[in-house]
């Protein structure tokens, strides 16, 4: 990333005259005000905002602000004939999964929060038409103003990418284990050549969105990282907005009763009587979203005392887990499913739970992301997201490994699990020291122990920091990595030259790879 009459900021492998004729190409589609360079301000918007490498590491050398479809091809197409790489990014924080840094360093931003239509919502199949730019807020707006019957559930407090969750996240509320929960994709090749999925392709089609499968191969899933090609439209189903929402909150007083809470809710989940995953936070991640810090214990450095935290716990009237979700129906089945929740977790002696008030929000109880960066002073974190059966028994041996392996490297656990019918999203924060490079470097290292750990046990990780995606990628080895190396073939044949999120989740091109960027 070499600068550029010392202010600019050169992608890798690419010349200061080369990139000069391809920033000027770009301007040419968009205009000065949507080309801005490493010496712009808000280009540190882009960057990694807990760099985890160091200051500038997954730095960008500039950003694109296209606002149309058409503009979204002519880039590609120019990318493609200057060899700048691109870096596509959505609205949304996920600080822990290093925000909208590119993997490369110094790759180009490609900003498509522009391209923030909501193209349409059908009110008789329910389900919403969205460029990537549309935030929850957008839909929930949308669907106010409209009078709409329906509802996306928000997540993230609601500024993060409906297209972006529904390709990256696993799915959306209610569906969040049962993926694609998108019908109908339009995208951008790496050519700039655009290509509908599914019954979508027929001129005119008035079904692709309603049902995800065509003539032939179905190529949908294969863009969800959009490294293979850009998403600019994406159907996504909605749901009947219910007549009552009510949040509840169920504590349990002891670690082993992680595994009968995750069964129960586990068997609810599956019946049909939670139609929402609940989350179950760990101790000290409550504690942390409640304010308080590591420094506010007293002692040696390394994890809190288990003394210390049965001691706050019962001060903040916590349980050791707290399981956060949220009811939803016609009134009188609220009243029911709230009956079956009681009744279904009364085996597990000391459980508390509570209903809310209608229109109460359970983000109240706080991101799980901000709540562990609060943890240490000057905090951030990495996030390691391992996919796990949902069992009982298999949360609880995920938790003592994990919990273990973080405290032999001095750190405490505060990890979550989001309950699905048949998996466990467990979130575990890798807290540290934004302004202590010795903490980074230490906390990087154990997130690699921890996604080591993760694939010993058979289990993947699915989402990633950009400091740790080849690690990811590395762990999914079966048959020689054999898969690694179909997408890199299909990586190969869309992409050639290497244009489109170098390295993003993993899958290299053939220029890049190897060089151990």
């Avoid at 007083?253 to 049909?272: H, N, Y």
């Amino acid at each position: 990333m070499t600068p550029v009459d010392g202010r600019t900021r050169l992608p890798h492998g690419v010349g200061a005259r080369e990139f000069a004729e391809a920033l000027a190409a770009f301007r040419a589609v968009l205009s000065d005000s949507r080309v801005l360079t490493s010496e712009a301000v808000a280009l540190t918007g882009y960057d990694d905002a807990q760099a985890v490498l160091g200051p500038g590491h997954f730095a960008p050398s500039a950003a694109l602000l296209p606002g149309t479809v058409e503009e979204v091809r002519q880039l590609l197409r120019l990318a493609g004939r200057h060899r700048i790489p691109l870096a596509p990014a959505l609205p949304g924080r996920n600080t822990g999964l290093g925000g909208a840094a590119p993997r490369l360093p110094g790759a180009v931003v490609l900003d498509l929060s522009g391209l923030n239509r909501i193209v349409a919502v059908d009110a008789t199949f329910g389900h919403a038409v969205v460029e990537p730019g549309v935030t929850f807020v957008d839909l929930a707006a949308h669907l106010a103003a409209h009078r709409l019957p329906y509802r996306l559930d928000p997540v993230d407090l609601g500024w993060g990418s409906v297209l972006g969750h529904a390709l990256h996240a696993g799915g959306l509320a209610p569906y969040e284990d049962e993926p694609p929960v998108w019908c109908g994709l339009e995208v951008v090749l790496p050519d700039g050549e655009l290509v509908r999925t599914g019954t979508g392709a027929v001129p005119g089609s008035r079904t692709g969105h309603l049902w995800p499968y065509g003539h032939g191969p179905s190529f949908d899933t294969m863009f969800a990282p959009l490294n293979l090609g850009v998403v600019t439209k994406l159907g996504v189903r909605l749901r009947p907005a219910p007549a009552d929402r009510r949040p509840y909150v169920v504590t349990v007083p002891r670690a082993d009763d992680l595994g009968p809470l995750v069964d129960a809710l586990r068997a609810l989940r599956a019946d049909g009587t939670l139609g929402e995953p609940p989350v179950v936070r760990s101790p000290l991640l409550d504690v942390a979203a409640a304010g308080r810090r590591r420094e506010d214990f007293p002692g040696a450095p390394g994890p809190v005392p288990e003394d210390a935290v049965a001691a706050v716990v019962a001060e903040l009237g916590l349980g050791h887990w707290t399981a956060y979700g949220t009811l939803a129906g016609h009134p009188g089945v609220v009243d029911a499913q709230w009956a079956v929740l009681r009744e279904a977790l009364a085996s597990i002696p000391g459980t508390r739970c509570t209903l809310g008030e209608p229109g109460e929000d359970r983000t109240a109880a706080g991101l799980w992301g901000d709540a562990a960066d609060g943890w240490p002073r000057h905090g951030g974190h990495l996030a390691v997201t391992p996919l796990l059966p949902a069992t009982g028994a298999d949360a609880l041996a995920q938790y003592r490994r994990t919990r273990r392996l973080l405290h032999a490297a001095g750190r405490d656990y505060l990890g979550s699990f989001v309950v699905g019918r048949r998996v466990l999203h467990h979130h575990v924060p890798v807290v540290f020291d934004v302004h202590d490079p010795d903490d980074r470097a230490a906390a990087l290292a154990v997130a690699r122990r921890l996604v080591a750990r993760a694939a010993a046990d058979g289990l993947g990780v699915r989402q990633a920091h950009p400091a740790l995606t080849d690690d990811v990628a590395a762990a999914y080895g079966a048959c020689d990595h054999a898969l690694r190396r179909l997408g890199e073939r299909v990586k190969d044949a869309l992409d050639p030259a290497g244009v489109l999120a170098p390295g993003s989740h993993g899958l290299w091109p053939r220029r890049y790879r190897g060089l151990g960027l």
